[in-house]
């Protein structure tokens, strides 16, 4: 059974700093494209940011700048390094996966949400 298990979301006052992180476990012959979406109350699900297993990333205007993502193919696990955090970052941030199956069968896997909120 394949698992995402995201941690570190917190309640944070503007202007600070947090640090996501997100874990596969579980069975599989490998992990690509990992990244980090974002839904707050009443919208849809975002994209926050995307990296590959080469380490090429991708992130949404509203956070460049201001968000770093990174991973460690060692551990299964991609991190999202948030500076500069605005109250319109508050949002239960999801963490997603591509992973292969033992017998070549790729799909896409979900975490189950850590809240994020910004406020003073």
């Known amino acids: 059974q394949v698992q995402l298990v995201e941690s570190g979301g917190d309640l944070v006052q503007p202007g600070g700093s947090l640090r996501l992180s997100c874990a596969a476990s579980g069975r599989f012959f490998g992990v690509g494209i990992m990244g980090w979406y974002r839904q707050a109350p009443g919208k849809q699900r975002d994209l926050v940011a995307t990296?590959?297993?080469?380490?090429?990333?991708n992130c949404a205007d509203s956070v460049k700048g201001r968000f770093t993502i990174s991973r460690d193919n060692a551990k299964n696990t991609v991190y999202l390094q948030m500076n500069s955090l605005k109250p319109e970052d508050t949002a239960v941030y999801y963490c997603?996966?591509?992973?292969?199956?033992?017998?070549?069968?790729?799909?896409?896997?979900w975490g189950q949400g850590t809240q994020v909120t910004v406020s003073s």
């Open positions: 990296i590959t297993g080469a380490g090429t990333t």
């Open positions: 997603n996966a591509d992973i292969t199956s033992p017998i070549g069968f790729r799909r896409s896997y």
